[in-house]
Structures are given as C-alpha cells and as structure tokens.
C-alpha cells in the first residue's frame, strides 16, 4: 500500500458502563479530544480493510486501514490518510454484510497512559474503553470513575468488525 505507515497495535478492550460525556471531561487527566467516527468496513479476501471519517471540531479526516491479526491481542496495521474523494470512492467496495459504524471516541491521558471510550450510537447503557500499550506485558491502570463490565480483548464479538455485524453491545 503506497504512503501507508504499518504499525504493530497491541491493545486492551474492557465492556464498561456507560459515562457521560461531562463525566469524562471532569475527571480525565491530559488532552480530551471528543472525534466523531464513522467506520465502513469494505470486502476483504483476509483480514480487515475499512475506511474512516474521523470528525473533530467540524474537521473531517479521511483514512484507509487494513489489519491482520496476529494474537487477540496484537494485530499488524497499515493506514494512510485519504482525500475525500478517495473515502467516497471506497465507498463502492462496501461489505454489505456490515452495518457502517457511527461512534463518538473520547481520548484521554490518565497516569501516562492513552485510554479510549467509544460511544455507540446503538447503546445507551454501555461503552467500549480500549487502551494501546506499548508490549503485551504492560499493565493497565484504569480510572476509578470507569465501571467495568467485564475485559473483552479475547472476545471477538467485541471486535469492530463483528459490532457492524451485531449492532449491539
């Protein structure tokens, strides 16, 4: 893939309780960014290919991803940014199978650490928090205000990928 930058991804993905916004923007520690998501997951002979619209303050960036997975835990990603024309384009070669994802992400420093909650426009009493690490031994420090439901980083039904399938948490 030209222009793509290829990273290894090593993440965390806990079922929580739903937190309201104004929670989130009281007690988080760093820079809150809130991006508006949609997520359309295109046809793929292996792995995962999706195209993403991430919108802050009125802003709209486009990408490309592909990833493969290696561990649960640990997946190969490729990503570069697109125009918009180009995510239009992409648009075509939809998997129709799945439903385009429409979430709202709040990113967050707490203790050194980058924590992620995905708001689904589907539920209304449960989220997503997902923290990347830097290794697979790294231990995760979540903040007291998050009630976690249960840890889903095995889970595949938790996966975005499988949430376009489901449409529910």
Excluded: W
């Amino acid at each position: 893939m030209k222009n793509a930058k290829s990273n290894l991804e090593i993440e965390r993905k806990f079922l929580i309780n739903m937190v309201k916004p104004e929670v989130i923007r009281k007690y988080a520690q760093g820079i809150l960014k809130e991006i508006q998501i949609e997520q359309i997951y295109l046809v793929a002979k292996e792995g995962e290919r999706r195209i993403r619209k991430q919108t802050v303050d009125g802003m709209s960036c486009y990408y490309y991803t592909e990833k493969i997975t290696i561990t649960e835990l640990k997946r190969r990603e490729k990503e570069r940014k697109l125009t918009k024309n180009e995510y239009e384009d992409y648009k075509k070669e939809a998997d129709v199978a799945l439903s385009p994802i429409q979430k709202i992400r709040y990113v967050f420093g707490y203790k050194g650490q980058v924590i992620e909650i995905d708001i689904y426009e589907y539920s209304s009493d449960k989220a997503i928090l997902e923290i990347e690490l830097p290794n697979e031994e790294k231990q995760v420090d979540l903040p007291e205000f998050i009630s976690v439901i249960k840890e889903v980083t095995y889970d595949k039904g938790y996966k975005n990928h499988s949430l376009a399938k489901t449409q529910t948490l």
